[in-house]
């Protein structure tokens, strides 16, 4: 059995368990920010979903839970439900065989149950902002003795609208205490937090994972007027005939707005956004994993920790303005070496954003006039090597004096002395 998750300072019993997953080679932000973190390093990672985030923080903080104090020691906060339950499956696999407690606290549940499990004081808390804050108004959440506070996916607390919430909950724990975002990107409104309540943060940027599958994926772009965007996906969906698609966009309130269309239209259609109970959502999930509905219209929040196998077809029916967004959304499909079909809606008023996509992906997408038409080729392009300070200095115009040259020739000193 490899021992590098040892050479990371993770324990043999733990890198036994890991090794009976089948986990036994740490992926690159694990390498980075196990370490670190075993050193009580406050961390800003920007990293992908899929690349390992999950271990990279629970690891360390499992390993050094204190089991025979009975009380909150590390705190994770996820902006879903469905990323905190995952989470808490995760941190399952390993936590019974540690003798450490692990309890979830997410919408959807009965507080009253909650309220119970609280009693005993579980090492580790997982759970959203907003079932979190409430347990902490109840004072049925104690956080003076946390330890490690964990935000993941805190580009998606921001999107959320949860960005004050985690504020608060942060600013209930000890000042002393460790602290850690993971991102996929990095905001200002991120930075300005970790600014706040970090100490002297070691920053992360794994690139690992960017390149999802991308050789994979047919991506294409229809150019066309917000009024045609409806009757063409009508026709797509109807012409292409999709085993399973996601059709994305960027707001809630235009999701529920679209996936009525369709359905009016005789789609067969699954509705899936932050507004809805989480037996609604879970129902969803399950209906579109068996293909019980086929075309899945959903906000970003499908776009991450959702894997289901099958899907052919992605359509962005908003241009996302986030290039992480449209890399995490068109990685939906072609996986697991199976090919796949990404279709993006744009405007004129979309070029910009268009276009900082190519820029990101090293590739200049496909693009069609709204009846087939290529409008613009596809190609790839090798990434710009980065400019250095120096490359960026304008080249010297300085000349040496003919005196000057005189002496570089001779390699002699300047033998008059000073009256």
């Known amino acids: 059995m490899t021992k590098n998750f040892e050479i990371l300072g993770i324990t043999p019993k733990i890198c036994e368990l890991l090794h009976k997953q089948g986990v036994d080679e740490p992926t690159a932000i694990q390498a980075q920010a196990i370490p670190p973190l075993f050193k009580g390093r406050d961390i800003l990672a920007q990293a992908q979903t899929g690349t390992g985030k999950t271990f990279a923080f629970l690891l360390p903080s499992l390993q050094q839970i204190k089991t025979d104090i009975h009380a909150e020691q590390v705190l994770v906060m996820a902006p879903t439900r469905e990323l905190a339950r995952q989470i808490a499956d995760v941190a399952d696999t390993l936590a019974p065989e540690l003798g450490i407690d692990v309890l979830s606290l997410i919408g959807g549940k009965t507080i009253e149950n909650q309220l119970q499990k609280l009693h005993r004081h579980p090492h580790v808390i997982i759970g959203t902002p907003g079932r ?26 921001l999107q959320a609208g949860f960005l004050e919430d985690v504020d608060t909950l942060i600013g209930l724990t000890p000042k002393r205490r460790q602290l850690l975002f993971f991102s996929a990107t990095v905001p200002d409104k991120i930075k300005g937090l970790a600014k706040k309540h970090m100490q002297s943060p070691l920053v992360l940027n794994i690139l690992e994972g ?54 009016a239209k005789g789609f067969n259609i699954g509705e899936l ?147």
């Open 132 to 157: 979190l804050l409430d347990h902490c108004r109840r004072h049925s959440l104690d956080l003076s003795g946390v330890r490690r506070v964990i935000v993941d996916e805190a580009d998606q607390m």
């Open 210 to 263: 960017q390149t999802i599958a991308l050789e994979n994926i047919e991506q294409r772009i229809y150019m066309m007027t917000e009024e045609q965007k409806l009757p063409k996906l009508c026709q797509m969906l109807t012409d292409m005939n999709p085993y399973l698609a996601i059709v994305f966009c960027n707001t809630q309130e235009w999701t529920s707005l679209l996936a009525g269309k369709l359905i």
């Open 273 to 419: 956004h932050g507004d809805m109970s989480q037996s609604r959502r879970n129902q969803v999930l399950r209906d579109f994993a068996k293909a019980k509905t086929q075309i899945l219209v959903a906000t970003d929040i499908a776009a991450r920790g959702i894997d289901i196998e099958g899907i052919t077809h992605v359509f962005n029916f908003d241009v996302p303005h986030d290039v992480d967004y449209y890399i995490h959304r068109i990685g939906r499909t072609g996986r697991a070496g199976s090919e796949g079909l990404s279709i993006m809606f744009a405007t004129a008023a979309d070029e910009n954003w268009v276009r900082r996509i190519e820029h990101n992906i090293h590739a200049t997408i496909t693009k069609y006039t709204l009846t087939g038409q290529v409008k613009v080729k596809a190609s790839s392009r090798p990434p710009k090597k980065k400019k250095t300070y120096k490359d960026k200095l304008p080249a010297s115009t300085y000349q040496t004096t003919k005196e000057k040259r005189h002496k570089q020739r001779h390699k002699g000193g300047d033998n008059r002395r000073r009256r």
